[in-house]
């Protein structure tokens, strides 16, 4: 167990539709990052928040988007859904430095 | 432009045996790289890493080399056990502004048999 949690494990929606997923981190960590893995893909980093504030953006849609509140929890907010969103997102959190902890997962199915 | 690459998909050795897994990478300002072992349905989970300081790093069963010169490095697991059988990430890390995001791999299947 990372000490990083998801909900939900899965997400069953629609094309068009909006979901929220959210991450807690472990205790003590400031930096929560995203990263979706679809099917046959390495993991892609999508954007990183340290303390409440956005500290690194990758390849994220303008669809998407997430924050974080001040207890440190993060919610990744996807929009306007497709098909091709369908894919595992993990969160994960760092105190500082280079080791990530990586949450559960959430399991998207866009149908 | 993938910047860090696994380039075996999967890895079949015999209980007992060393596993050696493989991974290059093109950005010579990656200055971190770590692997992470990953299950089916679970989150990954982070093993060791290494400093671009340094060349070994070693960690019980597992001990991982890093070649600066030849951009390359290779994670040894000695020796391996069928619990060992998983998918295997490397990343990489530039920590540019402290922004601590990963570059990963897309992974290695390793099976280990009985």
Redesign the interface.
């Known amino acids: 167990d990372?000490g990083?949690t998801?909900t939900p494990k899965h997400l069953i929606t629609a094309t068009g539709q909006r979901v929220t997923l959210r991450c807690s981190p472990r205790s003590g960590d400031l930096?929560v990052?995203w990263?979706q893995q679809s099917l046959d893909?390495?993991?892609?980093?999508l954007i990183?928040y340290?303390n409440g504030e956005e500290?690194?953006k990758?390849n994220i849609l303008e669809r998407f988007s997430a924050q974080q509140f001040p207890d440190l929890h993060s919610e990744l907010n996807l929009s306007s859904l497709e098909l091709g969103d369908s894919a595992l997102y993990?969160c994960?959190s760092?105190e500082?430095?280079?080791?990530?902890?990586?949450?559960?997962?959430t399991r998207l199915t866009v149908l | 432009d993938q910047q860090v690459k696994q380039n075996s998909p999967s890895l079949s050795v015999q209980e007992g045996r060393i596993s050696i897994l493989n991974c290059d990478y093109t950005n010579s300002m990656f200055d971190?790289f770590?692997w992470?072992k990953k299950y089916p349905?679970?989150?990954?989970?982070?093993l060791i890493?290494i400093s671009s300081i340094k060349d070994k790093n070693e960690d019980g069963r597992f001990t991982v080399f890093l070649n600066k010169s030849a951009k390359h490095l290779s994670l040894h697991i000695v020796p391996s056990q069928p619990g060992d059988s998983a998918v295997y990430?490397c990343?990489a890390?530039a920590?540019s502004?402290?922004?601590?995001?990963?570059?990963?791999?897309?992974?290695t299947t390793l099976q280990v048999k009985p």
Do not use: C, D, H, M
Request: proline content about 4%; cysteine-free; hydrophobic content about 30%.
């Open positions: 990372s990083v998801q930096s990052y990263y893909q390495g993991l892609q980093f990183q340290y500290r690194a990758g993990f994960a760092s500082q430095g280079y080791e990530q902890f990586f949450g559960p997962g | 971190y770590l992470y349905a679970e989150g990954p989970t982070f890493s990430f990343a890390s920590n502004g402290n922004t601590g995001k990963l570059i990963f791999g897309q992974g």
